[in-house]
Nanobody
Framework: VQLQASGGGLMQAGGSLTLSCVAS????????MGWFRQAPGREREFVAS????????YYAASVEGRFIISRHNAENTVYLQMDSLKPEDTAVYFC??????????????????WGQGTQVTVSS
């Protein structure tokens, strides 16, 4: 199983980036898919997720209204559109997949598979 993330880069504050994550090795149709991020010296934190059991999406309060997560099950791909970027969004962003269960994706400790991470840097 492999999660391949891409799309990171350097952007000025107020700009936009879209991250992509292509999953391979199995089907993730009914799995929660999402994104976490980790800034230097900080713990990995939840950013957004797309439920595998229903069309619900969830966001961290810090990104709600600015980021949009979407998924294309036929292509085993999940996206994170990031608008109105802020310097505090600077981090390594990790794609994640969590096996079906009662609890929705939120804690990094329940993630089953991780992508390799893609750096997002927002300058002021």
């Amino acid at each position: 199983v492999q999660l391949q993330a891409s799309g990171g880069g350097l952007m000025q504050a107020g700009g936009s980036l879209t991250l992509s994550c292509v999953a391979s090795g199995r089907t993730f149709t009914n799995w929660d898919m999402g994104w976490f991020r980790q800034a230097p010296g900080r713990e990995r934190e939840f950013v957004a997720s797309y439920s595998g059991s229903d069309p619900n999406t969830y966001y961290a309060a810090s990104v709600e209204g600015r980021f949009i997560i979407s998924r294309h099950n036929a292509e085993n791909t999940v996206y994170l559109q990031m608008d109105s970027l802020k310097p505090e969004d600077t981090a390594v962003y990790f794609c994640a997949a969590q096996s079906p269960g009662i609890l929705r994706m939120y804690s990094p400790h329940r993630v089953t598979y991780w992508g390799q991470g893609t750096q997002v840097t927002v300058s002021s």
